[in-house]
């Protein structure tokens, strides 16, 4: 059995649920709020980040790549035609340079100032970060979105799925993300159509569906969060 | 024949130099300042970040971690005890999660303040983000390195290199981002003996020498930095 360390509004353990639902993989899942800092959960990851994964044999797995690499080294090869990562080296590159795109620059151009400023603070002391949300940031995020939308469109309008011929862990990168903004209601679909029909088609996989039943105590979700036909 | 986009003070491009040294490969280096945002470069590599690898072949492989996994996976089988990952799943989890410590915390909470301020700057016209330094961002790097210091202590004190028995990426990594900032005389080496005596180890490495010929225009070295007996 797997356990996850995750928070439900992380998308990198997001990216990792997804991971499972495709995988066909059940695992516990253990909420964590990182910014608490808990103790235990140091001891577990030094650098006090999500997700951890804990394999059966106790091994933890620390942070999305590592955990989608370990996946993929330890559960891919029985998987056949649903890897989430292609068979040449080439092409696995191309993956992670996506993977890398929506978990470094997506994450830092976009989901870190959304989503910091719009949950985590309402959940963090004054100690922790917390506070109103800085409007400036909220701004930069909802600009920068714009540019991400549309390279996604880009991206899909060349290939079957973002990073190649198959679903892949940069398709699950990007969902992942999209995915908690759309929550808020931040993600401007229509006005960009060709990454929205690459959404739908993700959004409405069986390994989603867990997602769309997260909620955040006090903020209804968008109109367009669990509506399949948005 | 390889080729790498690379600039020698990025920590980045320097542990994909280390690894070309220790795999014994042949590379052309080309010379890249990320923040011109060269539109040639951009085409290759829409990020605009470094390091890039062209293969033989015309691939571009974009970013240190797509770059290190694509060595291991086209070159390292031939390499068998100089292998830069280690055989098992579990072992390279424990390699990747330290590449990120340094790609991801390390850079965040060191090497960005430190380079973009005392080197990168020098370099940036106003619009670029140049300018004098700012004094608050060097004092923050100048305190996170210690946090760090004593970690790679630990780390070293409990295993024969960081990520485990042999040398691995995370050993470059680490040793690729300090060597930049050794360069800025900015390693209170004196006081963390443990971390001193592994970075004197992965800096007499053969692999190591190209990077200490690099030079600053108008900036001299450290004492420290090419000495090997610092």
Partial sequence: MLTLYHHPFCPFSRTVRIAFG??????????????ERRREFLIVNPAGSLPVMIDGDGAAICGVRPVLEYLDETRGAELDGRRLLPATPRERAEVRRLMDWFDLRF?????????TERIYKRFMTPEQGGGPPDSSAIRAGRANIRYHLHYIGWLAGRRNWLGGDDLSFADLAAAAHLSCIDYLGEVPWEEFEPAKAWYARVKSRPSFRPLLVDQIAGMTPSRTYVDLDF
Avoid: K, Q
Wanted: charged share 30%; hydrophobic share 40%; proline share 4%.
């Fill in 107 to 115: 994450n830092a151009e976009v989901s870190d100032y959304l989503l």
């Fill in 22 to 35: 495709e995988y066909g993989l059940n695992a516990e899942f253990v909420e964590e709020r990182p910014w």
